[in-house]
């Protein structure tokens, strides 16, 4: 995916997930992995509210330059459930010891 590596199996979920992790669970869903944009928001794992993906990108200091290309994964409702390496919407949390898509990303 624009030269990230993304790979996809199903494996049981874990007791916890990872706020900010490269890997992460997801409850099954159709799912679209895209490009971020202004105005992305979503509702961070363990957080309150909604929260800007852009301030994310920031707080995980990924510089201006790389932002446009970052990936986000959004569901069919237009949730935006995870921005790798940066932060892990609190939609789709499967049960833990449950079978759920396991999706791990790298940087180019």
Known sequence: W???????STAPAPDLLDRGG?????APATLCLRAWKPGDRLHPLGGTGRRLVVRCLQEARIPATRRPAWPVLVDAGGHHVWVPGVCRGRELVPPPG???????????
């Open 2 to 8: 624009g030269g990230w590596t993304v790979r996809w």
């Open 22 to 26: 490269w890997v992460s669970w997801f």
């Open 98 to 108: 449950t079978e759920a898509l396991r999706i791990d990303v790298e940087l180019p």
